[in-house]
């Protein structure tokens, strides 16, 4: 094929010059943000040091990374046999052959490749007689989404253990990993590194926590108040739940209300104690309150998962607009909050 022969006529510097100048000066200075400065720096050179591009080298370039992108997506989401089959069909043996080793020689394929395509009820069922500390490993190398979708179908009595094994777990070693992928599953997955893996610790539960839906979240955090105050209120640091609007102080609150609509907040109100009430009260006119409390006695007996559904929906408000940069949550342990 034309393209690729043109395509093999450059260097892999001189491809990512060429894809970058195709990208534009706007997305290219995206990606490079992510680059180290020696790739920034020898990229820059590459560069500078084209003054023209043929059309035929820029359209091999460009093909060759969409091929590069949609063989690392099949390998990712159905592993590499998948990929190996699904690029033969459009490819040839050949050219997929190439493909999949370029990427497979370069790209670390994790541990436990096999369970991250398992659906998520399905591997409850997998995991739950197995050792806390089993589950734990596992759930640390999910994505947290997954994860926390598998924290709370776990039987409530080892839910808060997983929890904290997984808080408390730091690095792995290879023989470990492949021993429990043996237990797991027959078909092995490949771990392309020798090098200690790390995975797990305070940030991975807390992600998985705050994805998780409000009932789990508050029976782990519950349970490990008893087991290991410590370690609970480490989590509950990084954390932000909806009992925590306190910690804001009056005009990021404001921010939020203009943010919830006032049905919401009267059914996540409908649990909580006066302090939070107060706090929200005081930061609205006397008729948004009168109103307010006028919903919350006309609303009536609510269910629990409706209010900490409502509560949930107005925390994800708070976690965007920090994320934004409008507010800053002043967590425990902190002096203030700034906006």
Do not use: C, W
Not at 307 to 332: C, H
Request: no cysteine; proline share 3%.
């Amino acid at each position: 094929m034309a393209e690729s022969k043109e395509a093999t006529k450059l260097s892999g510097r001189q491809k990512a010059a060429i894809f970058m100048i195709s990208l534009g000066a706007e997305r290219s200075a995206e990606v490079m943000k992510h680059l180290k400065d020696e790739e920034v720096e020898a990229l820059t050179f590459e560069i500078a040091r084209i003054e023209h591009i043929d059309p035929a080298q820029k359209e091999a370039v460009l093909k060759e990374f969409h091929e590069l992108m949609v063989a690392q997506d099949f390998i990712l989401n159905g592993g590499i046999d998948y990929a190996r089959e699904v690029l033969e069909r459009s490819l040839g043996s050949q050219k997929a052959m190439d493909i999949v080793n370029r990427l497979t020689s370069s790209l670390q394929v994790k541990p436990f490749d096999f369970v991250r395509r398992t659906d998520p009820q399905h591997l409850v069922n997998f995991l739950q007689s197995e050792h806390p500390q089993t589950i734990a490993l596992v759930l640390a190398y999910l994505e947290p989404k997954k994860a926390s979708e598998v924290l709370k179908e776990l039987p409530v009595e080892i839910q808060a253990e997983v929890a904290k094994r997984v808080a408390k777990m730091q690095r792995t070693t290879p023989e470990v990993l492949r021993e429990v992928e043996r237990v797991l599953e027959r078909k092995l997955s490949t771990i392309a590194s020798e090098d200690f893996t790390s995975a797990g610790g305070i940030d991975a539960i807390v992600e998985v926590l705050n994805m998780a839906d409000r009932s789990t979240e508050k029976t782990i955090i519950e349970t490990l108040e008893e087991e290991d105050p410590e370690l609970a209120e480490e989590i509950k640091k990084r954390m932000f739940v909806f009992e925590d609007i306190v910690l804001l102080d009056d005009k990021s609150i404001q921010k939020v209300l203009r943010e919830v609509d006032n049905n919401e907040l009267a059914k996540a109100l409908k649990s909580v104690d006066d302090e939070v009430k107060e706090k929200i009260f005081r930061n609205m006119s006397k008729r948004a309150v009168t109103l307010l409390r006028e919903d919350m006695e006309f609303m009536g007996p609510t269910r629990m998962s409706d209010v900490e559904e409502a509560q949930q929906k107005i925390v994800n408000v708070i976690r965007k607009l920090e994320e934004d940069g409008e507010v800053v949550i002043a967590r425990s342990g902190e002096d203030e909050m700034v906006v």
